[in-house]
């Protein structure tokens, strides 16, 4: 007699769990660095010039023979460069081709 293992000899493992728990983990991860690298907190900070001049800025900038200068501020409206306004050459028509 003989007896029908085929059924039995079919592999029952399941190898899905601990793929879906290391893509999981590695999405978390990358969210994790990009929320904590370019998140609303993390902004430049932009010192004055009284507070760099008082600051290791300040320090750093004597030591090298500079000044450290607020600038000057920017115009609301800036004037017309001067010269021609510049002008795009008009768009060709094709050429003709014959058939």
Known sequence: MM?????ESQSTRHGGTPLVAAIVIAILGVLGI????????????????????????????RNAGATVMPTEPK???E???????????PTAAPPAQDF
């Open 34 to 61: 990009l929320i904590v690298d370019h998140g609303p907190w993390n902004r430049p900070h932009v010192k004055t010039a009284v507070v760099a001049n008082t600051t290791t800025t300040g320090e750093a900038a």
């Open 79 to 89: 004037p017309d460069a001067p010269g021609p306004t510049p002008i795009h050459p």
């Open 75 to 77: 115009r609301q409206l």
């Open 3 to 7: 007896n029908d293992h085929s059924r």
